[in-house]
Every structure is written in C-alpha cells, then in structure tokens.
C-alpha cells in the first residue's frame, strides 16, 4: 500500500474513526476541527494523527476528506481552488433539512436536493472540485465498532459513488483499510441511492446485499423516510439503545 497524506475536515464520530485507522494503517493524517488545533482531543491523535489549522491541513496532500456538516460546504470553496486537480476530495456528509412542524433540521432546505440533483453533485458544484461519495451510509457506531478483516462472515459493506477512475480506486483502498468492504454504486449523478432514505443507508448490510438494494431504491420516497426516522428519533430525544438506528432504518428504508 503506498502511503498517502490525507488531510481530514471535522473530527466528530466518523471523522475520528478514520483518522484513527488512516493513521495507524502507516498514512500521515491531519486533522482539524473549526477551531484551534489545540483542542483537538487526545484520542483522535492515538495513532500518530496530528492536528493542525484547516489552512495548513489542506496543504500538500494526496486526499482530503470532509466530515463536516452538509450546510458548511460551501464556505470551503476558496480552500478547495488551492488544491491541485488531481487531489482526491472525499464526502462523507448527508442532507438533512428542517421541516417546519415536523423536525428540527440542521441544514436549511435547497429544492434541487429532494427533485433533481443527488447531494454530492450540488456538493461538486459548490466547491469547484470532483467529489468522491463515501463513509455516508454507515453509522458512526458501526463504524466504530463492526469493522472485520476482509474475508470475514460479518464484515459488512461501505458505499462509493464516484466519477474519476484514480477518485474511485483511493477510496476504495481507504474503505477497506477501516474494516470493510468497498462497494462501487456507481456515478455521483447516481448518488441519491446511497442517500439518506435510501435501502442501503445506514442499515449494516454486507456487499452481497447492495446491489439489490440498490437497484429497489425509488428517489421520490427518500425525503419522507429519510424525515419520518429523523421525526422518530427526535421524539425520543436521541436516547436510544445500541443498534436501535440501524434497526428502525431496515424497517423504514428497505
């Protein structure tokens, strides 16, 4: 395995985890949070990652991966125009919008989002950049905690869109290394079927699983079940037992 720098945008549950594994797989991880790199927790840095500004994070490196919010992506468009072409950008996000009088939100609403354009290629227009879709169907617990060596009977399955053939093959590699397999969905045209809503979002399913999953994927219901499990989840303020997401996710999803 060539090693690669990555640099790493947010370090919450699932950016965390893949600076831990990046790293530890022997890659030179930097990471940054929206603040100082001085609070960056100790254990985001166990496995030799290091943290430093956003602006010095994106400084010479082969990959940059973003595991921030979906409504702060635009603000990172005159970072992202310092990047060679070639650099593979990495999205690991998911839209999610509020309904008035049925959930709080985190993003505001963008129409094009639940009609016309998959999320990630809005994502490419507002950075300027091609955009690998990746890590966005897995929860953070699982990825946490269920990765397996590949070969494994349990070892389950992580979702990439991707356009360029290099965007696609980095990925991958980098998939595989956090402890699961790598599935090809397709174009990042073809993304919302990895969307939240859709089959294979965040229900801890294994390859041989997706493709069927894939192809029962209907667009014009992801926005309801994608709301109606964020409704649920609100209603019982976030207090839920492990693997309960997953489960409520198969039940509404598939």
């Not at 990959?63 to 990495?90: G, W, Y």
């Amino acid at each position: 395995m060539k090693k690669m720098k990555i640099g790493i945008l947010g370090v919450g549950n699932i950016g965390k985890t893949i600076a831990l594994r990046t790293a530890a797989a022997g890659h030179e991880a930097k990471v940054a949070n929206s603040g100082d790199p001085k609070t960056v927790a100790a254990d985001v840095l166990a496995t030799g990652a290091r943290a430093e500004w956003t602006k010095d994070v994106m400084k010479d490196i082969d990959v940059l991966i973003l595991s921030i919010p979906f409504f702060k992506m635009p603000a990172l468009k005159p970072l992202i125009a310092s990047l060679p072409e070639e650099t593979v950008v990495i999205d690991t996000s998911n839209y999610y919008p509020g309904r008035e009088g049925y959930y709080a939100g985190r993003d505001p609403v963008i129409p094009d989002l639940d009609k016309e354009k998959s999320e990630t290629e809005w994502i490419q227009e507002q950075l300027g950049h091609p955009v690998v879709k990746a890590w966005n169907n897995i929860l953070a617990e699982t990825l946490d905690k269920k990765s397996h060596p590949k070969g494994h009977a349990e070892r389950l399955a992580i979702a990439i869109a991707a356009d360029r053939p290099r965007d696609l093959e980095v990925a991958k590699e980098l998939v595989e290394l956090t402890g699961f397999d790598a599935f090809h969905t397709g174009s990042i045209k073809e993304s919302w079927r990895q969307q939240p809503g859709a089959p294979v979002y965040c229900t801890d399913m294994k390859a041989s699983e997706l493709p069927p999953a894939l192809a029962a994927t209907e667009r014009s219901r992801l926005p309801a079940r994608r709301d109606l499990g964020m409704a649920i989840l609100q209603e019982r303020d976030w207090t839920v037992p492990s693997g309960f997401i997953a489960r409520m996710n198969r039940v509404l999803y598939i």
